[in-house]
């Protein structure tokens, strides 16, 4: 077995796990009215933090963007925003 062969084994075996394990999580019961809103709020505050989170990373980007832009060339520049954007 070449190592080519044993990485898409490997690739195939996770895809075919998360498959079962998305279909596990989703058939398992949802709980009760407690549970369901504890789950709520944590969405909610997850969301929150996230948003937060990006607002920060944007704001930290631009930055690091127009330093890049000043300091480097215009070509680096584009090259991290390229990055930043596909990465996020």
């Known amino acids: 077995m070449t190592i080519i062969t044993a990485v898409i084994a490997c690739g195939l075996l996770s895809v075919l796990y998360a498959i079962w394990a998305r279909r596990s999580v989703l058939a398992s019961d949802q709980g009760n009215q407690r ?4 789950s709520a709020a944590i969405r909610e505050g ?3 933090y996230l948003a937060r989170q990006y607002t920060t990373i944007a704001v930290v980007g631009i930055v690091v963007l127009l330093l890049a832009w000043w300091l480097l060339s215009i070509t680096s520049a584009i090259g991290f925003l390229i990055g930043a954007v596909l990465s996020g």
């Not at 549970?35 to 504890?38: A, L």
């Open 35 to 38: 549970m369901q809103e504890i």
């Open 46 to 48: 997850a969301q929150a």
